[in-house]
């Protein structure tokens, strides 16, 4: 192929700023808060799991006191209304009256096993509230964390687009009177190996950084001008100037 020597040092200009846009969308899609921001998204998903459970059981915990309360509360208005039938009176029957001693010996009993019963499920719905409480901390300091991390994320993808949309409004002008058949070996390039030209410098190619063995070199030294040279070892165009060192 050939192409005018002015117009293979342009192909560097239009290999830079796509070399450049290359950059800026890798650079984009690798921010370091991106990786942050995937990473507490998983952990806020699970802790919202987490709080589900933890609520269900403060829920289910809070019922069961509720129903220890109220047995409790039961067994002592028992004993408080036999208690007050003996003490005004009421039972004289010594049978009766000594039944019911035995009774209230019962309800003190039962009400001590209530007590404790209460006391364990006070202590469960305490141990399981504080569980739910953390669980909403963290999840409020991730939200708060969340919240920076997008933002200083979209502020510094509103700074690459930026750049990205400069390059891409001189890549227009880059290109502009190029040959066609120049550009489509390009871009064919540009796509199978990332970088489409390269300058040869110092008898090493720009792109694959292979130094030229000296039979290529002479090869290369006696093209014309206007020959589209390629390296043979990447394929890429290679742009000769004064730094090549033929």
Not at 220 to 242: G, H, M, N, P, W
Request: aromatic letters at 0%; proline letters at 2%.
């Amino acid at each position: 192929m050939k192409a005018d020597p002015t117009h293979q040092l342009k192909l560097l200009d239009v290999a830079e700023l796509d070399s450049r846009a290359t950059q800026l969308r890798h650079q984009r899609a690798h921010l370091p808060e991106l990786a942050e921001i995937a990473a507490l998204e998983a952990e806020r998903t699970e802790i919202t799991d987490q709080v589900r459970d933890a609520r269900i059981v403060v829920d289910d915990l809070t019922v069961e006191q509720t129903k220890a309360d109220r047995e409790v509360e039961q067994v002592k208005t028992r004993r408080e209304r036999d208690r007050n039938r003996m003490d005004t009176g009421q039972v004289t029957n010594p049978k009766d009256l000594e039944r019911m001693q035995h009774e209230l010996v019962s309800l003190e009993r039962r009400i001590t096993t209530l007590e404790d019963a209460e006391l364990e499920v006070m202590e469960a719905l305490e141990q399981a509230q504080q569980v739910l409480d953390a669980l909403g901390i963290r999840a409020d300091d991730i939200d708060a964390k969340l919240g920076e991390l997008v933002t200083a994320r979209d502020e510094k993808r509103v700074g690459i687009d930026a750049s990205l949309d400069e390059v891409t409004a001189a890549r227009g002008p880059a290109t502009e009177g190029m040959p066609e058949d120049l550009m489509a070996l390009y871009e064919r390039l540009r796509e199978q190996k990332g970088i489409g030209a390269a300058l040869l410098r110092a008898r090493q190619c720009g792109g694959c950084n292979m130094t030229l063995d000296a039979s290529e070199l002479s090869r290369i030294r006696s093209a014309d001008a206007d020959e589209v040279i390629r390296c043979e070892e990447c394929q890429r165009i290679l742009v000769r100037t004064d730094e090549s060192g033929l």
